[in-house]
């Protein structure tokens, strides 16, 4: 196997549409750690590139898991020299944290929109030169999306919209014969017939949200009795499930949970994989949310950043990101490029009804106090 | 006067190379450990910032919420204590084997056996365990045999306790090999041709000489396991949390600086007490044996 080839499966391996155990069976750890060896070089090569500018060979981003298309990052590469490397989080609030802490060398990162106004605040994040972003076109952005970018009262504009989504779960319809159509079904099942089968997120954000809206409070409410309610339920839910993780996609394919906490794409990465999935919005409600291109103040590596955040913003490459991860656009230029299927795919454009009673994670949840403290206990208790 | 020129060179000379010797490792301390535990005892009175971090006060808030930690402390000093006791349970019989029988050929190869895992780097070989113990690996091979069916091992307190036993067992193993391999054979056979069985030679002879390389095993293994965050986080599921969990959680999800600070302080007193009492035991067993593998 050669290093295309290991790319090739390491990158399937990345976007989840190969099991673990697959990639290691094809590879060979041996195999794979030699062949690792001999590519590591040329990761930070830049020799070998055109030359393009002064772009410099690197560029620090930091990112959510199974969240873009690798081979977008290759062409990138390939036309700029510009290395990507790539981290990826868990929450919002654990990229607030470093950045907070200052000294993270990241250059471009996404964070969701209830954060936005805190970074601007913080003065953690830069406005954007919109000269040095042609393709950013922000008539074909929708508006409702480009508005939860968009901070109160200043007419800079920090963050680009990348992806929108929802938050609802999956589940494996041939282990769960239940119909499910609620947070109320999912907690109740939980803690019920599928005890030990459940995962939920490791993020206050949609964790305690979602177990608001199984008492049918706002999913970005900070009234300290509806969140008390919360933290019983989490607290007794705990018990019952598999995991408190943010990578579900693993118990799930290994059939150690059947039912997932999960956003869009996750769904239809897994859904490719094992089509008995099924996407459930709660009936209750829920989070409609964006994620956004951002740039951290005094980025490292600024031009390549702007090259880069242009690169994506390109309605072509937005399209191949949405092909590889199923999160959809928010740049109808990019929306009109995907195939038909996608465009009616009920997972990413859940029926109107379903949208409706959605919330927009709220500034507030991020810096409230009591949020933040209840869910370190929940997950200490 | 030429006296004092001569006495003063003499002195230069003396604590010149001396304070060259300590200068790399003092600084060492002085900004890697002195340094960052100031800040977070000066932390852990502070007060959380409006957006998270840090912001001065001067407040036993913190310290008057550590009870609603109770449950990592719990865990951390339960699972590192069970862990050890497993360690020790394994490594023993292996050392004394390893140290007693073994031929120098058989012991060359065992000692590679297992040294050689650990060049893998330890969050793979954590990471390993998720995938075997997930319910496609040894759980799907226990049902296809028929012997046992819906097993869940991955995220339970099983899966912890063998992935610390895993992980750890060199570190216990070394130093009972190092204690029992010094064990002077004369003293064996002085036990036995004064009648004793060889349980009663265990006990009395073999076990109290390996007692430094026993507790120096343990406090290796137990002061790491304190500070363990790796595994419960790969091999619990984020639902058994150990401390250092605990602490990552408080810093990084609820920003809540000076509450982590309280907690990694309190982590500190109990590892001084721990400390104290390993000091405390090792001088009290005295002598040779303690200098040969003891850890301070």
Not at chain 1, 117 to 126: A, D, H, N
Not at chain 1, 317 to 338: I, K, S, W
Not at chain 2, 29 to 36: D, R, S, V
Not at chain 2, 238 to 243: Q, S
Request: glycine share 6%; with cysteine.
């Amino acid at each position: 196997m050669d290093r295309n080839e290991f790319m090739k499966h390491y990158r399937q391996l990345d976007k989840g549409s190969l099991s673990r155990r697959d990639f290691l069976r094809i590879t060979g750890i041996g195999f794979a750690a030699a062949v690792l060896a001999a590519c590591a070089p040329s990761l930070t090569d830049s020799s070998s590139a055109p030359a393009s500018g002064n772009l410099g060979d690197r560029l620090e981003l930091t990112t959510w898991p199974n969240y873009h298309n690798m081979k977008n990052f290759e062409a990138f590469t390939k036309k700029t020299g510009v290395n990507i490397n790539m981290t990826v989080f868990g929450s919002n609030e654990e990229m607030l944290a470093k950045l907070q802490a200052g000294g993270t060398g990241w250059d471009v990162f996404v964070p969701t929109n209830y954060t936005i106004s805190t970074y601007v605040k913080l003065g953690l994040i830069e406005a954007l030169d919109l000269s040095r972003l042609p393709s950013f076109d922000q008539a074909s952005f929708e508006a409702r999306f480009l508005d939860a970018s968009k901070v109160k009262g200043d007419s800079n504009l920090y963050a680009i919209p990348k992806n929108w989504g929802t938050t609802g779960y999956m589940v494996r319809t041939s282990k769960v014969s239940e119909k499910m159509s609620s947070w109320k079904d999912f907690f109740d099942m939980t803690m019920g017939k599928y005890s030990g089968k459940t995962t939920i997120h490791d993020y206050q954000l949609t964790s305690i949200g979602n177990a608001l809206k199984y008492f049918g409070y706002s999913f970005n409410s900070i009234d300290t009795a509806e969140l008390a309610k919360a933290e019983k339920l989490l607290i007794d839910v705990k018990p019952h499930l598999f995991a408190i993780t943010s990578d579900y996609q693993p118990p799930i394919r290994n059939g150690d949970a059947y039912i997932a906490m999960a956003w869009t794409g996750d769904v239809l990465q897994v859904k490719r994989d094992l089509p008995d999935t099924e996407y459930v919005l709660g009936s209750e409600g829920g989070e409609i949310w964006e994620d956004n291109w951002a740039l951290v103040k005094d980025a490292p590596h600024k031009d390549a950043a702007y090259a880069f955040l242009n690169y994506m913003l390109d309605p072509k490459v937005a399209a191949e990101e949405t092909n590889g991860h199923g999160y959809p656009q928010v740049d109808a230029r990019a929306t009109a490029l995907l195939s038909d299927a996608m465009k009616n795919d009920s997972i990413m454009y859940p029926a109107q009804k379903l949208l409706t009673p959605l919330e927009f994670g709220a500034a507030v949840c991020l810096t409230d106090p009591n949020r933040a403290e209840l869910w370190a206990r929940v997950k200490s208790a | 006067m030429v006296n004092n020129t001569t006495h003063r060179k003499k002195s230069i000379r003396t604590w010149l190379p001396t304070a060259l010797l300590l200068a790399p490792a003092s600084l060492w301390y002085l900004f890697l450990l002195i340094a960052p535990l100031v800040i977070v005892a000066v932390f852990s009175f502070g007060a959380r910032a409006p957006e998270g971090g840090y912001a001065p006060a001067f407040t036993l808030e913190q310290y008057l919420k550590l009870p609603t930690r109770s449950t990592p402390f719990v865990n951390t000093l339960w699972l590192a204590s069970l862990g050890t006791v497993s360690c020790i349970l394994i490594a023993y019989p292996l050392a004394y084997y390893l140290a007693t029988r073994a031929s120098a050929k058989a012991k060359s190869i065992l000692v590679a056996l297992i040294i050689v895992p650990f060049w893998t780097s330890f969050l793979i070989r954590t990471y390993a365990w998720v995938t075997i113990l997930s319910s496609r690996g040894i759980p799907a091979i226990l049902a296809s045999l028929g012997i046992v069916h819906d097993l869940v091992l991955l995220n339970t307190p099983f899966a912890i306790t063998l992935g610390i036993v895993y992980n750890y067992l060199p570190l216990m193993t070394f130093p009972l090999y190092v204690s029992l391999e010094r064990l002077d054979k004369r003293l064996l056979e002085a036990s036995k041709d004064l009648g004793a069985n060889r349980l009663a030679t265990f006990f009395q002879i073999t076990l109290p000489l390996s007692a430094s390389g026993l507790i120096t095993g343990s406090m290796l293994v137990f002061i790491l396991l304190m500070g363990e965050y790796l595994i419960p986080a790969l091999l619990g599921g984020g639902k058994i949390f150990f401390v250092g969990n605990a602490l990552v959680d408080l810093f990084l999800q609820s920003r809540n600086w000076p509450f982590g600070s309280a907690v990694a302080m309190a982590l500190n007193f109990i590892m001084i007490i721990i400390i104290s009492v390993y000091l405390w035991l090792t001088s009290r067993l005295g002598g040779e044996s303690r200098e040969e593998v003891s850890l301070f």
